[in-house]
């Protein structure tokens, strides 16, 4: 039978499998590079056959990059975490990985999507709730429909428009924020600074307070 040995990984092991130079610098350099190929995208442009290429490079990196920027966010945690001082690394792997995930969730209506995974959720709880009340005398025939396919319709539908109205102003803020961050001129500015800091962890962790990981 196939074994995978890192999917039997705890959290813990793989928070130090992170916590090492090398691997955190080649980390940076890698995810930096994700979000400055837009830089060599727009440069080759003129250039049939390379600007194709990188078109295509850009198109499966922009995907690709929604994963990579969820590692960049937890690899950002394990040196906040372990290296208290090196807020600088720490700071440009959430600032990369945020970059990187929002460059894919803004080309998606988020309130919407907030709003039914509220509802979703909330239909679930609520059903869960009230199935070991459907035999109750008096109320069982109120539970019964709020746990039939109607009921749980028309409380998902008010949860929706609920979520949908309250949470709608805050996920406008955070699409505006994923905008200017998945925009070209930020990412390759984030992705060029990714790669310096990742390139002075391999020369020199020190200055940029990384010390010895336990």
Same mark, same amino acid.
């Given at each position: @039978?196939?074994?995978?040995?890192?999917? !039997?990984?705890?959290? &813990?092991?793989? @928070?130090?499998?992170?916590?090492?130079?090398?691997i955190l610098a080649w *980390?940076?350099?890698?995810?930096?590079?994700?979000?400055?190929?837009?830089?060599?995208?727009?440069?080759?442009?003129?250039?049939?056959?390379? $600007?194709?290429?990188?078109?295509?490079? *850009?198109? /499966?990196?922009?995907?690709? $990059?929604?994963? *990579?920027?969820?590692? !960049?966010?937890?690899?950002?945690?394990?040196v906040w975490t372990v290296?208290?001082?090196?807020?600088?690394?720490?700071?440009?792997? /959430?600032?990369?990985?945020?970059?990187?995930?929002?460059?894919? =969730? #803004?080309?998606?209506?988020?309130?919407?999507?907030?709003? *039914?995974?509220?509802?979703?959720? $909330?239909?679930?709880?609520?059903?869960?709730?009230?199935? &070991?009340?459907?035999?109750?005398?008096?109320?069982?025939?109120?539970?019964?429909?709020?746990?039939?396919?109607?009921?749980?319709?028309?409380?998902?539908?008010?949860?929706?428009?609920?979520?949908?109205? =309250?949470?709608?102003?805050?996920?406008?803020?955070?699409?505006?924020?994923?905008?200017i961050f998945a925009s070209? &001129?930020? #990412?390759?500015?984030? $992705?060029?600074?990714?790669?310096?800091?990742?390139? /002075?962890?391999?020369?020199?962790?020190?200055?940029?307070?990384?010390?010895?990981?336990?």
């Open positions: @039978m196939l074994q995978i040995p890192f999917l !039997d990984w705890t959290l &813990p092991e793989i @928070m130090a499998y992170f916590q090492d130079d090398w *980390v940076l350099i890698l995810s930096g590079g994700l979000l400055a190929i837009w830089l060599l995208e727009n440069i080759t442009d003129p250039v049939p056959i390379l $600007g194709s290429i990188f078109d295509f490079l *850009v198109a /499966i990196g922009t995907y690709l $990059g929604f994963f *990579v920027g969820i590692l !960049d966010i937890f690899v950002g945690y394990v290296q208290p001082g090196a807020t600088i690394v720490a700071g440009v792997l /959430i600032l990369m990985g945020f970059s990187l995930v929002m460059r894919v =969730l #803004s080309k998606f209506p988020l309130a919407l999507l907030f709003a *039914v995974a509220i509802a979703i959720f $909330g239909v679930i709880t609520i059903h869960g709730f009230l199935i &070991p009340y459907i035999s109750t005398p008096v109320i069982g025939t109120y539970v019964a429909w709020l746990t039939s396919g109607k009921g749980m319709l028309v409380i998902g539908f008010i949860i929706f428009c609920v979520a949908y109205v =309250l949470g709608g102003l805050i996920i406008k803020i955070l699409e505006l924020i994923g905008k070209v &001129p930020v #990412s390759v500015i984030v $992705g060029l600074a990714a790669i310096a800091v990742g390139v /002075i962890i391999i020369l020199n962790p020190s200055l940029l307070s990384i010390g010895p990981w336990p």
